[in-house]
């Protein structure tokens, strides 16, 4: 029999969810005011600096331009993610998913947070050692998820575990 999730728990999620939001748009904040309109900030010569850029597209600016796409979307995949952590068994094994569905939510409410009041998203943080786009704290959230999901999917669940979870 599958448990429930108490609202400690729920209140906990809740509170990680709000700090990962405050945290990206504190660092937005930050980036605003000591990067736009001034020189690079190198942290680690030729591998990482702080560089202001504002992206009106997705994470890396995929999709430029296409801003009521997001509208759109963003809130649908909230609902998703929330329906799916709601659905997810108490259970300790499924702690590490109900994280990750925690930082993609935080990652997504983020950008959004940006594109509804800026219409774009400030990046700011840049891998200069292999080009790789600008991107900023949410972008961090929602990668890293992706990429430990896939993980979790490939090495740490079995069938059964999605059984359990998904069909309810």
Not at 105 to 111: F, I, K, P, S, T
Request: hydrophobic share 55%.
């Amino acid at each position: 029999m599958k448990k429930q999730k108490s609202f400690l728990t729920h209140s906990i999620t809740l509170i990680g969810i709000f700090l990962l939001i405050f945290l990206d748009q504190y660092t937005k904040v930050l980036a605003k005011g000591y990067l736009m309109g001034h020189e690079d900030k190198v942290l680690i010569p030729g591998v990482l600096s702080l560089h202001y850029l504002e992206n009106r597209g997705a994470a890396f600016s995929l999709l430029n331009g296409k801003m009521v796409f997001f509208y759109i979307i963003t809130p649908i995949l909230c609902a998703v993610i929330a329906i799916l952590y709601k659905k997810l068994p108490a259970d300790k094994r499924f702690l590490p998913m109900g994280c990750i569905l925690a930082a993609l939510m935080a990652g997504a409410v983020g950008n959004y947070i940006d594109r509804i009041l800026y219409h774009k998203v400030t990046d700011f943080i840049y891998f200069s050692l292999i080009d790789f786009p600008v991107f900023n704290v949410a972008d961090i959230y929602v990668t890293v998820s992706i990429v430990v999901l896939l993980l979790l999917v490939f090495f740490y669940y079995k069938d059964e575990d999605f059984d359990l979870w998904l069909k309810k």
